[in-house]
């Protein structure tokens, strides 16, 4: 009999992980949920439904104790817990205490098991750990910096836990980095905060389903228990993303949803409602590699759209509510909403809307009309016209991606010191080992960055999975202007969507900056 420990099984992709886990024969499930009173009535729901194939626990990730019993007698550990936005951006601490505080009590609790060579570590990461893309960068991949956006709290939060994760020593780990879920409540969680407004109508966007969510962390517990996995897939960090028909932009998204309920983004919302900069997502030029591990991607994301539309009430208000009511009284009610860009400007946040908008007064001269607006998915840039087709290709994208500093031609088990001391270099820092096994990626070796503060880490962790300098690389506060003037690694993308002159530092908002000093 397996058993698995699942985090975050009340939560979109947990839920649904746990529902196809329980598909297979001979394994037995371990949850840890709040004890709040959704979370016991769906306890109670599942202990009725599985019987004795599920022991749910009460308790709460940021308590050791309860961690420590979720992974007893366990074999697998799948990481999906965390507090994500919109509830993170309104409560910071709390999510530092869940998604890292969490993350290392259950790390920790593996360690400290004596079980730990036998038990295996799947840590759920996010896209939102590369931070802000737009079309001079669509593409990434595992390797590209980690730049979490000013403010994102939730993506902070996660870097320094998946940090945890490839450095504490676990025989057995992958981080896998989510991107973005299409479920079925997305829609109805979107208009409860103003966050809906952070999306940028040009960001890449790489989306997956719920349902391929679940089938990629069976697959994972299937795949590897029968030994059919294919080998070299444990110690590494993979991109959760889709195959082609999943890339799109922030507009086609909205718009896409819009369709279902007979409008489109075009007649419920205008241009200037949204920021411009400082939201988080890309294309995976990568993700292939993943699915060739755990063969997931199966679901045609133009048939699941159908299906909400199908199966989801408020679809259909389109058709006998006129769009300007649906605008006014769904979407317009949220300007108000603390994470709404136009109460930023109201309260005058100047730190919000410079790191949204840019500096003087953007959003002052956003342009209000969708003819005026470029949008990527027609073709059009601040800069003049692009082929938003061309783009989307793999040949256009392996012409544009970034470097990582070292010569990504040598295979893993020809890198050397030589590799350590130029991928340093590229990140203004130094490797001060003198010395390193060749291809040994995973004994750790001194760095110092540039602003002289040394540290230990593997040569995978940096070179491998994009981290650098634990102290001044992790937000908070956020600087990623000013580093970028000393770290060609971060300066190639973060110049993209930034002036020059942008070198300031952003504390939590204008006026506290108490959650810094929880770290």
């Not at 802000?132 to 991949?141: S, V």
């Not at 490839?166 to 780990?173: I, K, M, R, S, V």
């Not at 408020?314 to 006014?328: D, E, N, R």
């Not at 000393?486 to 908002?509: C, L, M, N, R």
């Amino acid at each position: 009999m397996i058993t698995v420990a699942l985090t975050g099984a009340s939560g979109s992709m947990g839920s649904e992980a746990l529902k196809q886990l329980l598909e297979l024969d001979d394994l037995k499930l371990k949850i840890l949920l709040r004890p709040k009173k959704s979370n016991l009535l769906l306890g109670k729901r599942l202990l009725k439904k599985y019987k004795n194939r599920l022991d749910v626990i009460f308790g709460d990730l940021s308590e050791y104790k309860d961690c420590e019993l979720l992974i007893k007698d366990v074999d697998y550990v799948l990481h999906c817990g965390a507090i994500i936005p919109p509830k993170s951006d309104h409560q910071p601490s709390s999510t530092f205490n869940s998604n890292f505080g969490g993350t290392k009590n259950l790390v920790d609790a593996v360690l400290n098991s004596g079980r730990a060579d036998e038990i295996k570590f799947v840590n759920i990461g996010t896209v939102a750990l590369y931070g802000n893309r737009d079309y001079h960068h669509p593409w990434g991949r595992v390797g590209d910096p980690l730049m979490p956006s000013t403010y994102d709290i939730y993506a902070a939060t996660k870097l320094k836990a998946e940090r945890y994760v490839l450095e504490a020593g676990l025989p057995h780990f992958v981080s896998l980095r989510q991107t973005a879920i299409l479920h079925k409540n997305m829609f109805m969680n979107n208009i409860k905060d103003g966050l809906m407004f952070h999306t940028c109508w040009n960001a890449p966007l790489d989306w997956v389903t719920d349902i391929d969510s679940g089938l990629l962390c069976k697959n994972l517990v299937k795949f590897d228990s029968e030994g059919t996995l294919k080998e070299g897939f444990w110690q590494k960090v993979y991109n959760i993303g889709s195959d082609d028909a999943g890339r799109c932009t922030g507009f086609d998204v909205f718009d896409d949803g819009f369709k279902l309920m007979g409008g489109s983004t075009k007649k419920f919302f205008k241009p200037n409602w949204n920021v411009i900069r400082n939201f988080h997502g890309m294309w995976f030029y990568d993700s292939d590699l993943l699915n060739s591990y755990l063969d997931y991607q199966k679901t045609d994301l133009n048939e699941y759209w159908k299906g909400l539309g199908k199966k989801l009430w408020y679809f259909k208000l389109g058709a006998i509510v006129p769009p300007q009511l649906i605008s006014k009284f769904v979407i317009q009610r949220l300007f108000s909403n603390t994470n709404s860009p136009l109460y930023w400007r109201k309260i005058r946040h100047l730190g919000r809307l410079e790191a949204f908008f840019g500096p003087n007064e953007t959003l002052e001269t956003l342009p209000d009309k969708w003819d005026d607006f470029p949008l990527l998915s027609e073709g059009k840039t601040p800069e003049g016209d692009i082929d938003y087709n061309e783009v989307k290709t793999k040949e256009w994208a392996s012409k544009h991606l970034l470097n990582h500093g070292y010569d990504e031609t040598k295979p893993d088990n020809e890198l050397d010191i030589s590799d350590m001391r130029q991928a340093a270099e590229f990140r203004g820092g130094k490797c001060l080992s003198s010395t390193m096994t060749k291809g040994d990626l995973y004994t750790k070796l001194e760095w110092e960055c540039h602003d002289g503060h040394r540290f230990m880490a593997t040569p995978y962790t940096i070179l491998k999975a994009g981290h650098w300098c634990p102290e001044c690389c992790q937000p908070l506060p956020w600087h990623w202007g000013e580093l970028s003037q000393h770290i060609p690694f971060f300066a190639q993308v973060y110049w993209d969507t930034h002036d020059k002159s942008e070198t300031g530092t952003y504390p939590i908002s204008n006026d506290e900056d108490d959650f810094i000093s929880e770290e």
